[in-house]
Every structure is written in C-alpha cells, then in structure tokens.
C-alpha cells in the first residue's frame, strides 16, 4: 500500500533522512518512533506529499506521489487522512464546520447528510455538544478529537497521524490512542503514526519502525521490538516503558500486558 | 540567487492566483466577505483621509492661485489632484495598511499553524478559498474606495475653498466640470485597479510563504507583515510612477 524506498532529504545542508525504507501493507498501523529531530515527521510530510525529497521514491498503491501533480495528486490525497500535531483546525470555523468543510466541498451530499455524518462523526469522538464552538474554546485534547473527526469524515483508505498525544496529560492521551485504536477497526485503514508513546502504542499497531540520526535501525513487530537487541533500541523502548509507568504512577492504562516484557529487558 | 528565485516564485504565485480568480468553481460567499473586509471596513479610514486630503488642497491651492490671481481654478485643481494621483494612491497606502497588513497576517498565521497545510491534504487548492477571494475582492474595493476618496475630498476642498475662504460654489464647481475629463476619471481609476492588485499579490505572497523568507512563529508572521506594508506601498509609489510617466506621454 505505502513503500519508501531510500528516501534522501537535507535542509540547508544538514541531512535529516539518510536513506529510509519502509513499507505498510493494506490495512496494517504502522509506530514509527525514535528521538526528537530525527525525521519522523519529516519523513510523514514525504508521505502525504507536502514535501519532495532529495532522492528516493513515497509509493502510495505503486504511484510516485513525489512526482504527481494537479489532478492525479488530488486523487491521491483524497484517500488521505492526516491528523497534525497541532490540530490543525481552521481556527474561524466552529468544530462543526472545520468538520463538514470536507465534505460540503469535495462531495455532493445534501446539508441533512453533510449533518448527520459530522454529528455521527462527533459522536464517535465525543464532541457532542461542542460541536458550535471554536477551536480556541476548547483543550488540547478536544482539538485532537475534533481533529480526527475531521481526517476520518470522509473514511480514508490511508491515515497519516502526527504525535496524537503530544501536550496532552497521559489520560486524555491514552482517550486518544483508544480512539485512533477504535477507528482502525472499524475503518481497516492503512496508516503511519509518528508517536513518542513507547510502549503502550504497541498495544495497537502491527509493526513498529524506529528512526535513528536519519536512518531505520528497527523495522519488525511490537513482539520483536522488545527482544530486539540493538542498545539504541532497547534504551529508547526502556526509557519509554520507565517515563510512562513514573508518570501515572505505576497505573498506566493498556500497559500491563507489556510490563512483565518491558522491565525484563 | 534567492532574490532571483523569490521574484520568480512571486511570478508563479501572481499566475497561479490569477488563473484560480478566472476560472470556476468561483467561492462567491468568501469573496462577499473579503468586499466587506476590505471595501466596507475601511470606509470610515476613507472618508477621514480624503476629507482631510481635500481639506488641506483646498488650503494650499487657494493660497497659492490666489498669488497668481487664479484662485477661479480651485475646483479644477483639487479635482484633478485628487482624482489623477492622490485618490488612487492614498487610498491604496490606507487599505495596505488597514487591510493588507491584516490578510498576510491571516495568511501568515495559517502558514504556520499548518491549516494550508490541512487545506492542501484535503485535495483543496489553498489558492482558490484563500487567495483569489482576496484578489477579486481588492480589486472591486480599492476603485470603489478610491472613488469615494475622491467625492468626499472635493466636498473637503469645497468646504475650505468655498465656505470659509469665499470661493463660490458655482465658480468651485463648475470649472471643475469644464477641466477635468472623463479620460481623468478613467486614469485614476485604471491606477486604483494596478494597486488594488499590488495589495493583494504581495500581501497575499508574503503571509502565503511565512517561514520561507521569515523566521517561523509569531516573528515570522509580523516580520512578513512588516515586509508586505512595506514593500507594497513602495510598489504602489513606484507603479505609480510608471504609469503617470506613460500614460503622460500617451
């Protein structure tokens, strides 16, 4: 579905992607982790097709999106979604409206229709009742959810998540993640989320790539992922494991199943 | 190199822009709202400055005719200042600085908060729901305001030159109807569309790449704002020049 084949990309001079290959089959959720700086969203903008790269192919369905333009990007991006770090709401429109603004632009639905997908939308993400407010009216987290609701409103084939849980306290974060989980299911899309979120995010992925100083260093499943042997990889997963049982006090939701694993390492 | 390269992106963005203003789907309801933002909104700053404008010619120009026994000509002079040069080209440098600042800043904010970034991933062309609304929008305000810049400085002229320095009305008026032409009328005009399209390009360009030319964050958006009220009112200066120079000689 998604193949990355030795992807290239510098910013004045200073390489961030060094070479990076991957691949997401149909309906499979792909964590890609590592340390801040290393190009992990670098390499998602690459995906969605906001940035070209130095060299190297993005094959979403064996098209080139680096290299499609007008039209046949549009076909492209139309079975994307992408949930931003910072929401990236429209901050004139009411939630409703950022919302809807899909859907009364690029289809033909009526305004009854357009209403009872975004308010089915809200449910799912539970906004109900904040639907007529601004995104500055509403928290960190309730943006992410109005957010999502925006990216799956129209049911993409390929969802494209950008540090769901940054800035949010680890409840509102693990709603989030359980939403994203929700969604999954029900919509079996193919996706990529850039997470920090080390280790419950194994609970609900299939395959866990890890981006170190620009390069793959881990490419495998969340089982493999902790008997992996590598140093950088261990360190990461275990300072991950150790951050978040400190901060919700030994009670991290979905973590338990993993612990016994993590602590053993 | 990159001064090159920026001229040639503001080339590319003034085509795309252009090309998304002529052809459908037109976003009518955003182009309604950019009209009240910058043709209504500013219309108070309007009456204020071509009054005053007016008032001030009326000032100076009796005061000088007067010393060549011409103060007969006060109507023609306000009339023709007013409506060939300083209409068109104040009442841009006011909606560049009421309006224009505050598009790149919209503009520029919505760069760095990734919402073009959202508008793109959703197969929407930001051009079309951001910039050609602007374009359309400057282009019907800035001849709209600049005519009324024109109407209330000449009543600001009259005010001076006829109420409280005793040029009559008949006098004011009437020759001013003999000397200026429709041809006037239309230059002053012609001009108030090149700035109305001065606005809007560069306004629009430089909040539409915040963070390629400025820093990002907040700096970023006021450094670009600064650079747009700047650079646009020069250009404004200097088109104006270009065209007074040709049309003069035409």
Known sequence: MIKIEDLHKSFNGVAVLKGVSLEVEQGELLALIGRSGYGKSVLLKHVAGLLRPDQGRVLVDDQDICRLRGTELIRVRNRLGFLFQSGALFDSMTIFDNVAFPLSEKTKLSMQEIREKVMAELKQVGLLGSEEKYPAQISGGMVKRASLARALVEEPEIMLIDEPTTGLDPLTGQTILNLIDACHQRLQFSGIMVTHEVPKIFEIVNKVVMLHEGRVIFAGTPEEILSSEDETVQTFVAAGAEWSTHDTSGHTPGLNRKKKDIHAL | ?250
Request: hydrophobic fraction near 50%; charge should be neutral; proline fraction near 3%.
């Open chain 2, 1 to 250: 190199m990159r001064e090159t390269l920026k001229m040639g992106r503001m080339g590319i963005f003034l085509a795309k822009s252009i090309s998304c203003c002529a052809t459908p789907p037109i976003k009518v309801p955003l182009i309604l709202k950019q009209i009240q933002f910058i043709g209504y909104q500013s219309l108070l700053v309007i009456f204020l400055t071509g009054g005053f404008t007016g008032m001030v010619l009326g000032y100076q120009g009796f005061n000088t005719l007067s010393r060549f026994g011409s103060d007969a000509f006060l109507g023609p002079m306000v009339g023709l200042a007013l409506i060939k040069e300083m209409g068109p080209v104040i009442s841009a440098l006011m909606v560049t600085g009421r309006a224009g600042s505050s598009i790149t800043a919209e503009i520029g904010i919505m760069r760095i908060s990734e919402q073009i970034d959202a508008l793109q991933l959703m197969g929407l062309n930001p051009y079309r729901y951001l910039v050609a609304p602007k374009f359309i929008a400057a282009l019907i305000s800035v001849p709209l305001l600049t005519a009324i810049f024109d109407v209330v400085g000449i009543f600001g002229g009259y005010l001076i030159g006829g109420k409280l320095l005793g040029v009559s009305s008949g006098v004011y008026f009437g020759e001013m109807m003999s000397y200026v032409e429709m041809e006037d009328v239309l230059e002053g005009l012609f001009k108030s569309l090149n700035f109305g399209l001065i606005i809007a390009w560069v306004c629009c360009f430089k909040g539409y790449y915040t963070g390629y030319y400025t820093g990002f964050g907040a700096e970023g958006v006021s450094t670009a704002t600064t650079q747009a009220v700047v650079l646009s009112s020069v250009l404004i200066l200097v088109w104006d020049y270009f065209l007074t120079s040709t049309q003069l000689f035409v």
